[in-house]
């Protein structure tokens, strides 16, 4: 008779091959856990000493991984001829008619606190994990557990059998094959057992994570051929490589929730230094944030933080230094910087504070720049004007609806400043288009646009607002209307050279006593006020000044007469001297009382304009809150 059952010496020889490729496939991490071959009294001792770790029933569940027995799951009288004749490598296929119902994001992890390959790894299904396995995906698998991946009760897709098999075509993977049934007539859910819907297929997740290459379960494509899973599951189960991974899984899981791994104090270190840095730069933060609120300077004239503390080293340093006293973790680090060398790290230095504004200054304008995309329509206004450094800077504002709620408001948010290129009307549109697309806004959304009232912004054949009115007609020109009445007043001014001398009088008028504080003293004593400065830009500061001297005008007179008494130098008495003349003469008398009746009127006109502007707010309002509701 035949031989069926191979040989209890053949059977040696090959368990013990086996047992040699199972040790060679072992990952880099596991070499340094205790690894018991053929008992489960390793894992048991260890659980048995964590006071975290598993209760009984965990323990139980644990024991079918290494146990060994015969046959497991589901036996049928097809799977047991199955058995019986030789394995012939056969195609299988797929159904195509059917679907796996599984979503995209229930199998989707980013996980925010993992390391950086582990960012974008889909962890919820064991057909898409990383190979070959890194250290750091196998620690955050562990500590997850295979509940997560096992998909028990997802829809399995059937298997068609293709050739001329004569056992049916069609097999059909079912829940039942996930439990094992115990000699008492129990059944035991074998964790290790995990599908994937995206393959199709069953795989290990021990062997999967610590490396099996003997065994189809921990392969690239799984195991999905279903007319074997009988008796293919349970001799997998009895494998001694699977009994090795499957108690190096528990034992590191065990090791991971008493953090008893070898590496565990100096994760401990790393985490506490980690912790430390980031409540320094979160301080520092609060501290730039404060400064950057209130507008205030953030270098002094010395910045040396281990020099004398007597000088001003700034308001950000000072500001350091005044916490410190209140926050021991603040004060240890500074007494660090001071105590140690020159190249340790502080995170105080000009270069941190500008990164620190930077990144503000970018996280405000993209929080603005996502408020106007989601109202759409959005305003424009652009402004020039040189800085200190005489280069010529424009200045972007963008105005639009923001609604929160019942909440409506037109809001006006400054978004950057940048330097033109040119001064025409050609450059400044490039430059403003330009800058409106790389915010991340349609031009075509654009509903207005306003500017100063010089030509080349405000012409309406070649100016900016021309241009721009020529790729998109509805972005409507609306010059500043204050803008224009003061141009106005500035023009009709300048028409008669009787009401430019006025003016001048005025200006040197207040030159004259601002250039002293002698003089200052003498005018305030005698008036009580001030004499104030004409300037261009804004007409209510003429109406001011002409107001002052109006209601002064003797007292004014008083204090020039003093100051040319021969007691003081002869700059000043040549300078009270020339202003007695000017203001005593007929023409400026003449227009002293003719702009002290038109002045009120244009400076009440631009008070009102301006309050019309906060109603059409308002109105504005009210419309979308009614639009809303």
């Known amino acids: 008779m035949k031989r069926v059952k191979e040989s209890g010496a053949e059977f040696r020889k090959k368990r013990a091959k086996k047992a040699a490729d199972a040790k060679k496939s072992q990952g880099a991490l596991l070499k340094y856990f205790s690894s018991s071959s053929g008992s489960k009294a390793t894992l048991t001792s260890s659980v048995a000493s964590c006071s975290s770790g598993s209760d009984s029933s965990a323990q139980e569940e644990d024991v079918p991984g290494v146990a060994v027995g015969s046959s497991s799951g589901p036996t049928t009288e097809q799977g047991q001829d199955e058995v019986d004749s030789p394995d012939v490598p056969q195609a299988s296929s797929h159904k195509p008619a059917e679907k796996v119902n599984v979503a995209k ?21 064991v057909g898409c994990w990383p190979s070959p396995m890194t250290d750091e995906v196998r620690t955050l698998l562990v500590r997850r557990g295979s509940d997560s991946v096992q998909h028990i009760d997802s829809k399995f897709a059937d298997v068609v059998r293709s050739g001329t098999s004569t056992k049916g075509g069609t097999r059909k993977l079912t829940k039942e094959w996930f439990y094992k049934p115990l000699s008492n007539g129990e059944k035991v859910l074998r964790t290790w057992l995990v599908y994937s819907p995206l393959k199709q297929s069953l795989y290990c997740f021990s062997c999967k994570l610590f490396g099996n290459s003997g065994s189809n379960f921990a392969s690239e494509e799984g195991f999905n051929k279903w007319w074997k899973l009988n008796p293919r599951i349970g001799d997998h189960e009895n494998n001694l490589g699977h009994e090795q991974s499957f108690l190096k899984w528990k034992e ?62 700034g308001n950000f340093l000072e500001l350091v230094h005044l916490l410190a006293e209140y926050d021991p973790l603040l004060m240890e680090h500074l007494t660090k910087i001071k105590l140690g060398a020159r190249v340790s790290v502080s995170y105080l230095s000009p270069e941190t504070q500008n990164e620190f504004i930077n990144l503000l200054g970018q996280q405000v304008r993209s929080t603005i720049i ?15 004007t040189p800085d200190i450094s005489h280069n010529d800077q424009m200045s972007q504002v963008l105005r639009y609806v923001h609604i929160e709620g019942e909440k409506v408001a037109v809001v006006e948010s400054f978004i950057d400043f940048f330097q033109p290129k040119g001064k025409n009307a050609e450059d400044l549109s490039n430059d403003i288009i330009a800058k409106i697309t790389s915010d991340g806004l349609d031009i075509q959304n654009l509903r207005g646009q306003a500017y100063d009232n010089a030509a080349t912004m405000s012409g309406i054949h070649n100016g900016v607002q021309a241009r721009i009115k020529a790729l998109n007609p509805k972005a409507l020109f609306v010059a500043c209307t204050n803008h224009s009445l003061n141009l106005a007043g500035v023009h009709t001014a300048s028409e008669s050279v009787n009401s430019v001398t006025f003016f001048g009088i005025l200006e040197k008028l207040f030159a004259f006593f601002s250039a002293s504080t002698v003089r200052w003293n003498a005018l305030v004593a005698v008036t009580g006020q001030a004499v104030k400065r004409v300037t261009e830009t ?7 000044a002409v107001k002052m001297l109006k209601n002064k005008f003797e007292g004014v007179l008083e204090v020039l007469e003093q100051l040319t008494d021969s007691s003081q130098t002869s700059e000043t008495r040549s300078g009270a001297s020339l202003l007695l003349t000017a203001m005593q003469s007929f023409n400026f008398l003449t227009f002293l009382g003719f702009w002290a009746a038109v002045l009120p009127e244009v400076d009440d006109a631009q008070i009102y304009l301006q309050q019309r502007g906060l109603s059409v707010d308002k109105c504005a309002q009210k419309l979308c809150a009614l639009k809303t509701s």
């Open 105 to 125: 994001e229930d199998i989707i992890e980013i996980v925010p606190s993992a390391p950086a390959e582990v960012k974008d790894v889909n962890l919820d299904d």
């Open 252 to 313: 590191l899981e065990v090791c991971l929730n008493c953090k008893a791994t070898i590496d565990q104090k100096q994760q401990e270190v790393f985490e506490s230094e980690e912790k430390k840095w980031r409540d320094v730069l979160y301080r520092l933060l609060n501290i730039i944030q404060f400064l950057a609120k209130q507008n205030l300077a953030f270098r002094g004239h010395r910045e040396d933080i281990r020099g004398d503390d007597s000088g001003n080293r």
């Open 370 to 384: 996502r408020r106007i995309q989601k109202a759409k329509y959005y305003c424009v206004i652009f402004d020039s």
């Open 538 to 544: 804004r007409w209510s500061a003429r109406h001011v």
